[in-house]
């Protein structure tokens, strides 16, 4: 049992206050252990890297794994930034306990889907997972893969609310932004820890068309529409507002009404 003690000073004497706080220290260490979860299977995809650049092949047991030298390279690659909307506002009311456990649901949702089409989990950064699509070998260009993990990420989210709404709990819909283009491709970091890192315009691209995303939508750049195959039919045109630095952008916007 755990409680919260409570001391208040009386005129014949202390007055000590016993609160059961059983069922909170419950919810706290099953909202850490969620949180836990997550970044152990961060910590296990980096492990997969660092283990096969360890191994007797070097780069060259990695470039089986990853089709990517140790030395790094400039790759056409597709990024996707996808966030759960209105959640800042949400975490800054919400005791801490509801908070993790509730993140912890929406970010495995998405996590869960960037795994399933084959993409690599770059990192989680508060409310949002950013994922690279074309480290891994696959039939399916990048855009075709990150466009279609983004359509099934708001299916999934869907069904993720369906259940939270039974049982009472508030929903939130999530916004992601789409970049294709080259960037350079590298495997960073100490003899403790490595992972791949990816830099460049498409980066910042894929990060600023979510950050213009509306819930339930997904923007991508023209690279990406263009090679989306029989995906294009769920993409409409638009025109985004100007940015400081690049003025307008010219986007394609899939959004799901509800």
Known sequence: M???IHIFPGDEGDWILLLDATNEEMQRGLAQQASNELNLLRHK???AIDRCLKSGGGAEAAGEL?????SGERRDVSFLVARVKGFTSYCETECAAMTLK????YLRTIVDTVIAEGGWLDKILGDAVMALFGVFPAASAPPYQAAKAALRMLEEVEKLNELRHLEHQVNFKVGIGIGSGPVTLGI???NRRRTINAIGHTVDLAARLEHQSRPNEILIDAATFQNTEELQSRFAQIALSADADEGPTLAFSSRVIG
């Open 2 to 4: 755990t409680a919260d």
């Open 45 to 47: 995809l980096a492990r």
């Open 66 to 70: 990853l089709l990517l030298p140790e």
């Open 102 to 105: 509730t993140l912890d649901q």
């Open 188 to 190: 960073i970091g100490s």
